[in-house]
């Protein structure tokens, strides 16, 4: 643990180490220029406005060309999915109440004629279908 001491031992030294060439630096910078246009023929051109914006745009045009184009494959998925939904819409309910019918237990007449009474269920009314004489 060092404290603080008024004296020093050694004076205070610039360490410098020269770097003369740096080729992973000078790679970076041979890709930074070709990317924003400056390649090393026009690196004593004088730059012209939009340059950078126009070699780019030339870029991604060439790379959009290489790749297929794919505009049918999304617009099925589209009508795929629509009719997915609406196959989904018109059965679905039909599914669900098949599922529950068969969960539902089933009452026959004789237990509903044993339950007893309860004055607030719905009256069934039949039609009288004989006639009189």
């Known amino acids: 643990m060092g404290l603080f001491s008024p004296v020093k031992k050694h004076a205070n ?3 410098y180490i020269p770097r003369y060439y740096d080729p992973e630096k000078e790679r970076r910078e ?14 004593n051109a004088e730059y012209t406005p939009g340059q950078y914006i126009r070699t ?5 045009r060439l790379s959009q060309a290489e790749r297929p184009h794919r505009r049918g494959g999304s617009m099925m998925l ?11 819409y018109i059965f679905l309910p039909r599914i669900v109440e098949m599922f529950s019918k068969t969960n539902a237990p089933q009452t026959t007449q004789e237990q509903q004629e044993v339950e007893e009474f309860n004055p607030y269920t719905p009256i069934t009314i039949v039609p009288n279908d004989y006639k009189e004489e």
């Open 30 to 43: 041979q890709r930074r220029k070709e990317l924003h246009g400056t390649s090393s023929e026009s690196d």
């Open 13 to 15: 030294k610039f360490r």
């Open 78 to 88: 589209w009508v795929a999915l629509a009719a997915l939904l609406a196959l989904g």
């Open 56 to 60: 780019q745009r030339e870029a991604r």
